[in-house]
């Protein structure tokens, strides 16, 4: 028995380590004069298009990347329940990089 329990106590801190992280969300709302926002698989605006968000909902997104800028914006924010991104020009102040953890958390969606 001595070999199991000294497996299991050299593995527990690598298994803290693989919890799952808590991801902060911020509800954004979605603005365009213009109507719906196109909402896509990837951070480009030559991304399939997964759906439309009309102008003004409410979304929860979760983190952002870098990619294709408008209007001087670079960062597409994440929705995870649509699993699809949107040009953060497009998005309300409460979608901005310091409210979302780094890029790289994106990777795991």
Sequence with gaps: MKPVS???????????SAAPIIEKREMCNVFNNDGAVKCRSGPHFDAKVVTTIGDGDGWDFSCYKAGDCYEGNC?????WELKCYINGYYTSDQCNTSNFPFPFECLRF
């Design 6 to 16: 000294s497996i299991i106590c050299l593995a527990l801190p690598f298994l803290a």
């Design 75 to 79: 960062t597409w924010d994440y929705n």
